[in-house]
């Protein structure tokens, strides 16, 4: 435990810039929002900022990249095949909890099953994480609901959380330790630890308060999407409000699905491409024949709920699929973000 002023706290991420490339929040001048991006200034970082627009998962699994590319001459010549790995460093400060929840669920759906994902494991190896507790909650946020935050407990290098004039700073792992030896933290004491605990629990009852454009209180549901007693209609009535553009995926932190796409380069060469896909869309589950078990979008709209909110689900992330960040009820424009959805379910169960 250590404590830093807060006039001090970017020098941790300076320090990290020696051996790092870092991301942090950073609120855009002419919008107003807040992104996750890489920074080459560190005064750029704002440790106050809302949540980021889109989630920080773009750092370890970018949106559209090239993991591969492959030449092939014709004749006998053999082919060329070379992996495209992204191996530099990366540092991540200032990471939301609901957000660092995002990338674990990740890292056990490329990582933590029978195939590993090479490409995704070259991204996430020699990664530093800073994360940094919500000691307000924002708008759209129901981390509560999903314990997910407001403070991080795991998976952290180093966890930062407002006490006042200081950051209280924890460490997670021997390498966060290290830092915090190199930077001559001030230890902290238990009052400090306290003073913190208070700063959580303060978080929490600020929920009702702040909190106010999303509730989801998804235990039942969890329950009723995993045994089958949703009633169609409810699927039915999501589907029709489905305008199928995809932005509940693009913005949701632990979603995973992905495209792969050759590209002709010329001369027999070709890259392959991976990029973000969506179960939104109709050709998501298209096979190649044609034939597309999924092609009623409400069908589809089951699916990608059933993703975050069924058991089975559960079982594989080890938690619910849902990190309770809001960003889908944010962006969604026919208001069927997943905490709307939780409502017309719950809805439909208790006045059964």
């Known amino acids: 435990m250590y404590l830093i002023k807060k006039s001090d706290v970017l020098n941790i991420a300076k320090a990290l810039s020696a051996a790092y490339q870092v991301y942090g929040p950073v609120v855009e001048k002419v919008s107003g929002q ?3 991006e890489k920074v080459d200034d560190i005064s750029e970082i704002t440790l106050a900022a809302p949540i980021p627009a889109a989630p920080p998962k773009s750092v370890v699994f970018p949106q559209a990249e090239r993991i591969m590319s492959y030449r092939y001459a014709g004749g006998n010549t053999p082919v060329e095949i070379k992996p ?26 490329f990582l933590g099953q029978e195939f590993v994902d090479d490409v995704y494991r070259h991204h996430r190896k020699k990664m530093f994480i800073v994360t940094n507790t919500c000691v307000v909650p924002f708008k759209y946020c129901f981390c509560v609901c999903t ?5 991080a407990d795991e998976g952290y290098d180093l966890n930062l959380t407002d006490i006042g004039d200081n950051f209280f700073v924890e460490a997670g792992s021997a390498q ?11 230890n902290a004491s238990e009052q400090h630890r306290s003073e913190k605990n208070a700063c959580v629990d303060k978080s929490i009852t600020l929920f009702e308060e702040f909190s106010t454009e999303s509730k989801a ?8 999407v995993t045994t089958g ?11 029709d409000q489905c305008f199928e553009c995809g ?3 693009f913005v949701c932190p632990s979603c995973s699905c992905f495209n792969i796409a050759d590209a002709s380069g010329g001369n027999g060469s070709c890259n392959r491409l ?8 109709e050709g998501y589950s298209r096979m190649a024949g044609g034939h597309n078990p999924r092609k009623p979008v409400e069908d589809r709209r089951n699916k990608r709920f059933f993703c975050k909110l069924s058991y089975s689900q559960s079982k594989k992330y080890l938690r619910p699929g849902c990190v309770g960040c809001g960003r889908c009820n944010w962006v969604c424009p026919g208001d069927i973000g997943l905490p709307n959805v939780v409502k017309y379910i719950r809805r439909e169960t208790t006045s059964r």
Do not use: H
């Open 247 to 249: 932005a509940c995926s």
């Open 147 to 151: 314990d997910s935050g407001p403070c």
């Open 229 to 239: 007693f949703a009633k169609e209609d409810v699927w039915e009535y999501v589907g």
């Open 34 to 36: 807040t992104f996750f």
């Open 176 to 186: 966060g330790e290290a830092l915090c030896k190199k930077l001559n933290l001030e």
């Open 84 to 109: 495209d790995y992204a191996e530099t460093p990366k540092a991540l400060f200032g990471l939301r909890s609901c957000d660092l929840t995002g990338i674990q669920c990740l890292d056990r759906f």
């Open 217 to 224: 209180w998804i235990s039942r549901v969890m329950n009723r």
């Open 274 to 281: 991976r990029t973000w896909d969506s179960c939104s869309y």
